[in-house]
C-alpha cells in the first residue's frame, strides 16, 4: 500500500483512480445494471453501492466522532466477520437508484471525501490513534482507511466492471 507524502498526494490519488473507474460506467445501459455475469461477482449496481457504502460510511464515522457520539465500525450491527452482510445492506440501500443516480451520489460523496481529507489537519490524517474509528484493531493513521476505501478499491472494481463490460456488452 502507497504512503502518501502529503493530503494533495492523497486526493489526487483519490481523483484520478475515480475518474477512471467512474468512466467505465459511461457505456453501460441503465437496464443491464442488475446484469448478473458469472465470471464477475457484482453487477454494475452493486459494484457502484458498495463504493457508495464504504464511503458513507467512513464519512459518518467523522462526522458521529467529530459529534461527540459512539461511533460503530464497520457498521451499527455488523463485525469485520460479516461483511457480507454489511455488502448486502448496501446493496439493498441503493437498489432502486439507477446507474445515474448511483454515478451522481458517489460523485458527491468523493466530493466530500475529498472536502474531508482537505479539512483535516496533517497530525490527524498521517498519524495513528488520532480518530477513535480510525485505532480498531489496526491502529491505522486515517489516510489508510481512506485509501483502503477509495484510491484501493477504485482500481479494484475498475478491473472488475471492465471485465463485466467485455461479456456483457
Same mark, same amino acid.
Given at each position: ?44 449496481? %452493486?459494484? &457502484? ?5 464504504? =464511503?458513507?460510511? +467512513?464519512?459518518?464515522?467523522?462526522? @458521529?466522532?467529530?459529534?461527540? #457520539? ?33 454515478? %451522481?451520489? &458517489? ?5 466530500? =471525501?475529498?472536502? +474531508?481529507?482537505?479539512?483535516?489537519? @496533517?497530525?490527524?490524517?498521517? #498519524? ?42
Amino acid at each position: 500500500m502507497q504512503a502518501y507524502a502529503n493530503k494533495d498526494d492523497l486526493i489526487i490519488a483519490i481523483k484520478t483512480n475515480y475518474e477512471k473507474y467512474i468512466n467505465e460506467f459511461t457505456e453501460i445501459p441503465n437496464d443491464l445494471k442488475n446484469k448478473r455475469i458469472e465470471a464477475v461477482d457484482r453487477t454494475p449496481s %452493486e459494484n &457502484l453501492s458498495y463504493q457508495l457504502g464504504w =464511503l458513507t460510511a +467512513l464519512l459518518c464515522w467523522e462526522k @458521529d466522532e467529530k459529534a461527540g #457520539k459512539n461511533v460503530d465500525v464497520p457498521a451499527k450491527g455488523y463485525k469485520w466477520n460479516n461483511l457480507g452482510g454489511l455488502y448486502t445492506s448496501f446493496y439493498e440501500t441503493y437498489s432502486s437508484y439507477s446507474l445515474p443516480e448511483l454515478i %451522481e451520489s &458517489l460523485n458527491s460523496r468523493v466530493a466530500e =471525501l475529498c472536502n +474531508l481529507i482537505e479539512s483535516l489537519p @496533517d497530525d490527524v490524517l498521517f #498519524k495513528p490513534n488520532k480518530r477513535q474509528w480510525a485505532a480498531t484493531s489496526a491502529q491505522w493513521p486515517v489516510w489508510k482507511w481512506v485509501h483502503i476505501n477509495s484510491v484501493a478499491p477504485f482500481k479494484t472494481f475498475r478491473t472488475k466492471i471492465r471485465k463485466w463490460k467485455k461479456i456483457a456488452l
